[in-house]
């Protein structure tokens, strides 16, 4: 036991967990009973050297990427997993949500297991008969809560899950990324939950890739990379370490695919008179004609440099760059903007926005199209651009070349980014008396 | 001591044991329409059949003064009880492992729950074997009491197996149908279906290093025999330290793989 003072609820010190891997099951065996201990595998670790401590009624996030470790910090916290070294003190009783499902029989009806999950938290049956109103009414999948769990959508399950978790009274609420399968109200429902549970002193973990949520609800975040503790600190400061990094991150992965080897300048005309334009890599199967290929596509600012951080209410222009290997007409180039949820934000093509004007290609030839354009005030985050050629007229045509997200773009909006998009609108008020207003049907 | 707080600690957990005990009948029988009646049925129809082939077809000799078909059920119905639990307990933390992987468990009562649901079953049995007997005109003697004993020494033993059994599965698939024909095996080197007294005696020996010798012939002793279990010192000590080791080993190798438990299931 490490000493622990009363206001910290979670206190964990020099945390390693090792995964053995072993080449066949059996060697498992083996060496669990071997009894001079011989070894028979290889050290993965899932998590090194972790510490921290999380105070009383403190809502922590852990962010970090897939197989950092977030999960198996979880899973000891909770007592699920045996940690290889180090020590956890716990203060309170947990109720976990990982993965998805908690304790969940899947041949048994939502409300046994309610009633199954209640027991093996060590409530009566008659404490259960008491929580069970709320635990239905919050998880509202109506019927199907008589029905086997088996039947349930995960969305429905998630709800159920939650639902139980955040009604047996815990004192700390461990929640894994459980949330991302509800839908929209739901999510908005449990937030409320947390922000009633923080109320009463309830200490909340919860691992999120979202990063508005964790923004929105948490004090203090951890950051996990590799297995590795990257930071622990408010918030704010580590939010902003963290989204940094990625950026980096993302100029170094293009840098790697050798999309540009400079990127100050593109489009520029080199000595020989020739004209540099940065080669689009494409991978992977795409709609992809003979007679015409995209062989650039690009986003400069101003200046003329290349860039991949966008921000709002400044011009750019798309530079698409297509190879045609014979004469067409009926010609249309465009591409699209969509969000990291796939909706559509933009569309620009050169029939609508270049007065419903067909181009044509009368030989073998690289064409150039430039679209330039000033960045509405859309909401910041990470975009996809999908560049096109078609042939024919808006309404009837044969998409020739597509490549679908081929280019990723950050998109930084210095606003109060509260929707997709955001609009200069006229505010003008005016106040009358009551009785001089009369409101018709 | 470690035996007298584990004790105390099933004691405290006997709210969750019979909670899981009663999960555990109605996982079997779901969606079955005779639903837990199904557990009794088909060792009823066994024994119908027996009843039929030796005692109507093949006319066997009583055993002793003794209808062959009583003295082959006292022989019959331990015999199921130790098959059903070895055979549901060497799963049941694999069946389960959702309470291993999700959620803070105590995952020894699992095997545990297994033994209780089969030995609902047999307690119904016994009841049958009473009713049997009286209907054959053999009153109950004090020697029947003995049976409560021999249903305590069978669950030592089977505890001790199953934690055994079901940890092994996790890390070894093989065991499940390795314990298959053990039991298969055992079966047959079991004086359930034959008279130990046919074979010379100078093999019998052997045959009472078999556990199971000890539990049938004890439930014969009760109904059959009428011989007190200390009547037959020797085999008892030699029941009692075979179980005890058999419970050692089995809670030391459960409790040496439970935490890896997790990381394979």
Known sequence: MIFMDSSVAIKVENLSKCYKLYEKPTDRLKESLHPLRKKYHRDFYALQHVSFDIKRGETVGIIGKNGSGKSTLLKMITGVLTPSAGEISVDGKISALLELGAGFNPEFTGVENIYMNGTIMGFSKLEMDAKLHDIIDFADIGDFIYQPVKMYSSGMFARLAFAVAINIDPDILIVDEALSVGDVFFQNKCFKKFQELKAKNVTILFVSHDMGSIKQMTQRVLWLKQGQQTMFDTTEVVCEAYFNEQLNMQNEWNQDLDVVKDKILADIIKNDGKMILPKLYTTGKKLVSDDVEIKSFFIKDNAGKQVDYLKVDHEYTAVLGAQFSNAMSNLIFGFVLENNKGIVILGV????????????????????????????????????VSPAVAQGVQDKNVILTWLPSIAHITIENFGYNLSLIEIETGVKTTEYQPDCVEFVE | MVFISFLLDIMRSRNLLWELTKKDFQIRYLGSYLGMIWAFIQPAITILIFWFVFQVGFKSMPVGDFPFILWLVTGMFPWFFINDSINSATGAIVENSYLVKKVVFRVSLLPIVKIISAFIVHLFFVGVLFIMFLSYGYLPTIYSLQVIYYIFATICLLLGLSWLTSALIIFLKDVGQLMAMVLQFAFWMTPVFWNFKIIPAKYVIYLKLNPAYYIIEGYRNCFIYHRWFWQDMNVTIYYWSFTIIILLVGAVTFKRLRPHFADVL
């Open chain 1, 349 to 384: 093509n050169s029939f609508i926005n270049g007065n419903e004007k067909l181009i044509e290609v009368t030989r073998p030839c690289v064409m150039m199209v430039e679209f330039t354009f000033t960045l509405p005030r859309i909401l910041k985050g990470d975009y996809l």
